[in-house]
């Protein structure tokens, strides 16, 4: 948790620093959101262009992110002296956990406007790589990754290429949200389930999600003492916003 003075001073390193950030085309979490990352692959889909898929994601990513790679990243993309003191301070956070106060040896604070630029450049090698690829077409969001092929061969290759990638940085996969196969058996990408030859809709895993984040704000409510009034409007409002955003990924998607 970030005390407001100093998340006001993030942000405003984040700001300076987004407008020139090094980020590859294919990296699309800073840039349209969520809604621009499904609609790119919506469009490929509709190309009939490719037959296979592997999507997969980084294991506990802002976790196990090396400390000096990322400073290392970061000197080379500036050399304001006022942002690098503050990123040096903003990668050696310390945390307060009983009592106790230490500075972990690896991982980036995950509530912070920092991350989401940390997480975008420190991956840029790879962006370069796959998306120069034109054996196939490849997308990123944070550590989500997106790969098609047309045939089975060249996504062996992609996939063999990514393991040593996240191997060589310090990175595992997922097990739980790894696909690989087939398009027509269908994947989970940004919250919505592509299966030909039905219309996009939001995953189940997505579902699942929502449903227990508004159990645990009831929860939440219901322990800080607020009537069940209030409850019932303030999760009714999350809700609202929930299906706001899912209905708007759906039509991004078609």
């Known amino acids: 948790m970030w005390s407001a003075a100093d998340a006001l001073v993030l942000k405003w390193v984040a700001l300076k620093l987004a407008p020139g950030l090094p980020v590859h085309p294919r990296c699309l979490h800073l840039e ?11 469009e490929q889909l509709h190309s009939a262009e490719w037959q296979f898929v592997y999507r997969t994601d980084i294991k506990g990513y ?3 992110i090396q400390k000096a790679m990322a400073w290392r990243i ?4 500036t050399d304001d002296d006022a942002c690098l003191n503050l ?9 307060e956990d009983g009592g106790e106060i230490r500075t972990p040896d690896v991982g980036i604070p995950r509530g912070c406007a920092l991350s989401p ?10 962006d370069r790589y796959f998306g120069s690829q034109q054996a196939l077409f490849y997308v990123r969001y944070m550590d989500d990754f997106l790969l098609l092929t047309k045939t089975r061969w060249p996504l062996r290759r992609a996939i063999r290429d990514l393991n040593r990638y996240l191997q060589l940085d310090g990175f595992t996969r997922h097990p739980d949200k790894t696909q690989t196969g087939k398009l027509s058996r269908g994947f989970d990408w940004c919250g919505i389930d592509f299966t030909s030859p039905y219309p996009p809709r939001i995953s189940d895993r997505s579902l699942t999600k929502h449903r ?21 409007a303030r999760v009714q409002a999350y809700r609202s916003r929930w ?6 990924m759906i039509l991004s998607a078609r």
């Open 62 to 64: 802002y976790q196990h």
């Open 87 to 95: 990123l040096y301070q903003y990668l050696h956070y310390s945390v």
């Open 212 to 232: 227990e984040r508004c159990q645990r704000l009831d929860e939440q409510l219901r322990a800080r003492g607020w009537s069940e009034q209030d409850i019932a």
């Open 117 to 126: 630029l940390t997480g975008a450049v420190l991956l840029q090698h790879m």
């Open 243 to 248: 299906e706001h955003w899912a209905a708007g």
């Open 32 to 42: 349209g959101g969520a809604h621009r990352a499904v609609r790119l692959v919506s």
């Open 74 to 77: 970061w000197q080379e993309i």
